[in-house]
């Protein structure tokens, strides 16, 4: 077998880490072939659940693990790590503004970022998944500096996902004759799902999104909102936020940094904008990418319309907002 690699999970203990553990120890994210060794990180008075866990990894009996380190120590957690999934966030509260949970959570990324540059591996990928994902990125690359900013990435897979299964409601076909949708800008209610460059195959010919569902009111009206509060509607439905589909999403994002993406598909993930399509530079946004050998790339010159110009810009307002509150905050 392969060296281990060694994945740090924050946050272990709670909702989305529960499932998370068990995908990235079952193989899925890294290979079946690749033994993997679990930092699994918490609070301290989550130690007593995080043991539960372990527990439960020992019973699943997953090949695949190799050890399991649980710790409420960011030194022991990020010792040596290839790969960190930073899950562990405060979540929002009733009566709490956005503003409010950013204030708090770029804190702890603020901290998890210095741990990072300490004890981790400089080739380490990490993928912010905690809220507000893509400035709690910028802000753990910002105290991290000397690990490469584009080895920080946020997550907007699951609002690909999202999209990805809506369209193939809506044309009764499998989900995985969906592709290349995007989600531009934030992970947040101004992100535009946007379904113009995807295809679909129906009557096994790759057809135009636009072009299969013949609804351009329903694909610029309904398609986004429903994809812009889903994590709402989950959370009306199920009386908590969305994990199993989370951590999904999570261990897809991490799959195709460590695998590739496949010839002709592209994957949506808040990187580093570097200007492109007339975004800001200097925050986290959601672009198209493709992925080789650990590297992404933004795919370019895709061209966008008046609709998309304005949704694209509505969402990079709003990151220049939080991200300006958040350098704040870390200042406080």
């Not at 659940?49 to 693990?65: Q, T, Y």
């Not at 290839?82 to 979540?91: C, I, N, S």
């Not at 809220?131 to 907007?156: G, Q, W």
Request: charged share 20%.
């Amino acid at each position: 077998m392969a060296e281990p690699v060694r994945v740090c999970i924050t946050g272990a203990a709670g909702q989305i880490g529960y499932s998370l553990v068990y995908m990235v120890g079952s193989g899925v994210v890294f290979g079946n072939d690749t033994p993997v060794i679990l930092h699994l990180l918490d609070i301290a008075p989550m130690m007593g659940v995080l043991n539960g866990v372990c527990m439960e990894i020992s019973d699943c009996a997953l090949p695949c693990v190799r050890d399991v380190i649980p710790t409420d120590d960011p030194a022991v957690a990020f010792k040596d790590i290839d790969a960190a999934f930073l899950v562990g966030a405060m979540p929002r509260k009733e009566g709490m503004e956005r503003k409010d949970l950013l204030a708090a959570n770029v804190k702890i990324f603020k901290v998890q970022g210095q741990a990072l540059d300490q004890f981790a591996k400089k080739s380490v990928k990490v993928l912010v998944v905690g809220n507000p994902a893509n400035t709690n990125a910028l802000i753990c690359a910002k105290y991290a500096p000397s690990i490469p900013r584009e080895n920080f990435s946020a997550m907007t897979r699951l609002d690909q996902n999202r999209a990805q299964a809506q369209i193939a409601n809506r044309l009764g076909i499998p989900i995985a004759d969906v592709k290349n949708l995007i989600i531009w800008g934030n992970h947040s209610s101004t992100q535009f799902p946007d379904a113009r460059h995807g295809t679909a195959l129906v009557n096994s010919q790759p057809t135009p999104i636009y072009d299969a569902i013949k609804d351009d009111a329903w694909l610029k009206g309904d398609f986004i909102t429903t994809v812009q509060k889903r994590g709402g509607a989950v959370i009306a439905a199920r009386k908590l936020s969305s994990a199993m589909s989370a951590a999904k999403a999570a261990c897809d994002h991490m799959k195709s940094i460590w695998q590739g993406t496949p010839e002709g598909h592209f994957v949506s993930m808040g990187v580093f904008s570097d200007g492109s399509y007339n975004t800001p530079e200097g925050v986290m946004y959601s672009f198209p990418v493709v992925i080789k050998d650990q590297k992404w790339t933004i795919v370019k010159d895709l061209p966008i319309d008046d609709f998309a110009r304005e949704k694209m810009d509505a969402t990079a307002k709003e990151l220049c907002e939080e991200r300006d509150d958040a350098v704040a905050a870390c200042q406080d």
